[in-house]
């Protein structure tokens, strides 16, 4: 039986985004660089869409069915979440952190194409989901922003990754460390992977969202979806039913490379998110750019912001 729930994400953070610290990469950091970039959108779209390919999460977003019956609550909560884990102070990561683990222990059900049963939190999912979403916003700033970061740039990327997955039930020891790492686990995830009717309708809604969820939502995704597409494989645009000519992948190239510089105005980026995937990510884009030094200005580690503000620490720290 499933049992699954209709429940939001995680409710809007009631505090700013950088109140006591800088979080857990800080000023400088290449995370901060890319997931604030205009192309972190692109990149957004690509890792929902390809969160269909693994079975158990296909059956967890088709049997909660947020996508379609909110589909802009429900993206920009997921936006929110990873923006909050890059660039959001330590506080404000591990409250949303523990309460999106609290949310996803109540989606559980079972996959009817194995018959087993499945569960949000399962770290292997939970592993993809952080895969595919770091990754894919490190390709879409290559192939529409500023371009590829320096060795040392992406070498620090990765090991953020890592850190940032203390934040979700996978295990940091699994989590790729290098370009050719993840190419190591994509080939190790293929056979693993597959495409259901349901997850096609799921990767079809998010790439091409019907016009009766909201003008914006279906002309952002068609603006986007071709960016997205031209970033993948052919293998996934083959299994997932979405490939399109390789003349519209040549030609969306430059024209995303001109509307990631006009929206390299911060201003008008934080209002593009903020229409096209949500008022939550618009808004914490905007207390990004607008935030004043924290209380604490250092980074500190899931672990120990966990120690400081997890659901067992001291309720005297919040009073910090």
């Known amino acids: 039986m499933t049992t699954a729930t209709t429940r939001p994400q995680f409710a809007a953070p009631a505090r700013t985004i950088r109140e006591v610290d800088y979080g857990f990469f800080g000023p400088g950091s290449p995370t901060w660089k890319v997931w604030t970039a205009p192309t972190a959108l692109v990149g957004f779209q690509r890792a929902v869409t390809l ?17 379609y019956s909110d589909p802009r609550g429900r993206l920009d909560h997921t936006f929110a979440y990873f923006l909050i884990a890059a660039v959001a102070d330590s506080r404000m990561a591990i409250e949303a952190s523990e309460h999106l683990m609290r949310v996803h222990a109540k989606a559980t059900g079972i996959e009817p194409i194995s018959g087993k049963r499945y569960s949000a939190n399962n770290p292997d999912s939970q592993l993809w989901i952080h895969v595919t979403g770091w990754h894919s916003v490190l390709k879409c700033y290559e192939m529409y922003g500023p371009g590829k970061l320096s060795a040392a740039e992406e070498k620090q990327y990765w090991a953020e990754c890592i850190i940032a997955a203390e934040l979700q039930t996978c295990k940091p020891s699994d989590v790729p460390t290098s370009r050719e790492e993840v190419r190591e686990y994509f080939a190790m995830m293929r056979p693993k ?87 939550m990510t618009g808004r914490l ?20 912001a966990r120690e400081l503000y997890g659901r067992t620490a001291p309720r005297a720290a919040d009073a910090g």
């Open 51 to 67: 969160e269909h390919f693994d079975p158990a999460l296909t059956a967890a977003v088709a049997d909660v069915g947020g996508i």
């Open 193 to 279: 992977l597959s495409s259901s009717e349901r997850a096609h309708r799921g990767m079809h809604y998010l790439l091409f969202t019907p016009r009766d969820r909201g003008f914006s939502l279906w002309a952002g995704s068609r603006l986007v979806a071709p960016a997205a597409i031209a970033t993948l494989p052919m293998w996934m645009r083959e299994t997932g039913g979405f490939d399109q000519p390789k003349a519209l992948d040549v030609s969306y190239r430059p024209a995303m490379r001109a509307a990631s510089a006009a929206l390299g105005n911060d201003r008008m980026l934080h209002q593009v998110a903020k229409r096209f995937i949500g008022p």
């Open 285 to 304: 884009l905007r207390e990004h750019l607008d935030a004043a030094i924290p209380a604490n200005p250092v980074t500190v580690s899931p672990a120990q």
